[in-house]
C-alpha cells in the first residue's frame, strides 16, 4: 500500500517561512512528477508547484519568487520552502505523486498565515 504523509504545516506571521515536506512509502516501482496544491476554505483545491523527475520546476504565478519545490527521488521525498508568505497563501495544503502509474494523494497539512 503506497502512503504520502505530509510534515511541516503551521502558523506563521506575514512575511515568514514554512518548509513542508511530503515522503512517500510502499511498494514503489516508479515516480513520476511531484505536486502541491492548496485549498482555503470555500475554495476549489488549487495547484501550486510541481517538478518532473529531470527536475523541471513548475510554479502557480502568484508563488514564484516565494516558494521553492524540491525533491530527493531517492527518498521519495517532495519538500516546498515557503518564504515571503502571505495570508491568502493560507490553505490545506496537498501533495501528489504519480507511483507507480497512478496518482496518490497526500492527507494535507494545514498552513495559517496571520497579518
Known amino acids: 500500500q503506497v502512503q504520502l504523509v505530509e510534515s511541516g504545516g503551521g502558523l506563521v506571521q506575514a512575511g515568514g517561512s514554512l518548509r513542508l515536506s511530503c515522503t512517500a512509502s510502499?511498494?514503489?516501482?516508479?515516480?513520476?512528477?511531484m505536486e502541491w496544491y492548496r485549498q482555503a476554505p470555500g475554495k476549489q483545491r488549487e495547484w501550486v508547484a510541481g517538478?518532473?523527475?529531470?527536475?523541471?520546476?513548475y510554479y502557480e504565478d502568484s508563488v514564484k519568487g516565494r516558494f521553492t519545490i524540491a525533491t530527493d527521488n531517492t527518498k521519495y521525498t517532495v519538500s516546498m520552502q515557503m518564504n515571503s508568505l502571505k495570508p491568502e497563501d493560507s490553505a490545506v495544503y496537498y501533495c501528489s505523486m504519480v507511483l507507480n502509474g497512478r496518482g496518490y494523494w497526500g492527507q494535507g497539512t494545514q498552513v495559517t498565515v496571520s497579518s
Open positions: 510502499g511498494s514503489i516501482f516508479s515516480i513520476n512528477t
Open positions: 517538478i518532473t523527475r529531470s527536475g523541471a520546476t
